[in-house]
């Protein structure tokens, strides 16, 4: 289990390191990188609990109230103006040492999803709280908006 959070939290420090081509657009090498890290996320942390009865895993696995964690503080452009970036603000509200892993969807004016990114982060303390960015891989219209989903809280 530490091992797919620690590789998850990883691979999405370096893809917040986002490289573009002189156009504009992402090297393969990010969209790898990115694909990777959704992978991991969709794959791997789901089935990852600690074990014993169901309302302990669901505490353990961050099911349980995780989403009360996370609350979007901006939703803008990344520095280039040309990326959606969300803002997030993040409160560890559990008993221990937690990892996020957070989704995040980018909207355009109809509601409807443009594009999708995630957001990690690492060890942080009871009561503490930290701040982190999600942007987006793709070009978002003027008209975007931010939407936080899937919140998933492991006990680091």
Known sequence: MGVFVALGAFLCRYALRFRHDQEGTLT????????????????????????????????????????????LVKCGWD????????ELAIENHSSKRSSYLIQVEFLNGSGRRTSESTAALD?????????TKAIGPSKAPDDFSCNVGKVTRQVS
């Open 123 to 131: 060890d942080l303390a009871p009561g503490r709280q930290a701040k």
């Open 28 to 71: 393969m090498r990010t969209r790898l990188l990115l694909t990777a890290l959704t992978l991991i996320a969709a794959v791997a942390l789901p089935g990852c609990t600690s074990g014993g009865d169901d309302e302990a895993s669901a505490k353990n696995s961050g099911h349980a109230n995780a989403d009360i964690d996370v609350q």
């Open 79 to 86: 520095k280039s103006g040309r990326f959606p970036q969300a």
